[in-house]
């Protein structure tokens, strides 16, 4: 099965300069200057190398995609037996690492060249769980109808809180548990034989702007 991938980003700290906001656009905060009847102007120059996304105080700007750092996994699997018809799968986790939440949305799900003929009573979902604090978007998304793909796939499954637990600028720092999502398939499939199928899940992941 097709990678899933995580954009895992780099890390680090700045280098003795103060602490400066950025506004949303990547631009310094209150940071302009008129000058008149004058022929010069000095500007300052605050920079980050190597910055920490999971840092909250990160100098990144707000929404930017360098504050994706999501943990899920590289394949899953699911399956039935002959005598029996529901599918089963393990549970898999999802893990917001970041200084920001994330919203996660499913936004594919493709075959593979050689997949068989498949059985036409065979249904399959995406089942996600949150937390009793934070439940999933969309608990079940359908990925196959009666042996079809179900079409084009664009369902928002949750939205994870940051590595500190927090939804919001607001939100005190806590012990992360709100940052973890599980997924799992569902659905039921009759085989006369067995068959080997794959397909792949896309993800895409949001940075949250803080607020």
């Not at 393990?90 to 997949?115: E, L």
């Not at 664009?154 to 992360?176: C, E, F, K, V």
Request: aromatic content about 6%; charged content about 15%.
């Amino acid at each position: 099965m097709k990678k899933v991938l995580a954009i895992l980003l780099t890390a680090g700290v700045a280098l003795g300069a103060a602490p400066f906001a950025l506004a949303a656009d990547g631009t310094e905060s209150n940071s302009q200057q008129t000058i008149n009847g004058e022929s010069t102007a000095e500007i300052e120059v605050n920079g980050t190398l190597g910055a920490d996304n999971t840092d909250p105080d990160a100098n990144i700007p707000e929404e930017d995609k360098n504050w994706i750092n999501v943990t899920v996994p590289t394949r899953t699997i699911f399956y039935n037996t002959a005598g029996e018809k529901d599918i089963k799968a393990p549970t898999y986790a999802i893990v917001n690492n970041s200084g920001r939440p994330v919203k996660v949305t499913a936004t594919g799900f493709t075959a593979g060249s050689q997949n068989p003929t498949l059985p036409e009573d065979f249904n399959l979902n995406l089942a996600v769980s949150g937390t009793s604090e934070n439940a999933a978007t969309t608990a079940s998304t359908s990925l196959i109808a009666n042996g079809d793909l179900a079409g084009s796939v664009n369902s928002p499954l949750i939205t994870l809180a940051n590595n500190q637990n927090q939804q919001l600028a607001s939100d005190p720092a806590a012990t992360p548990v709100n940052n973890k999502a599980t997924f799992t398939y569902t659905g039921s499939a009759t085989a006369a034989s067995q068959l080997q199928v794959d397909y792949t899940l896309d993800l895409k992941f949001d940075a949250v702007k803080w607020s």
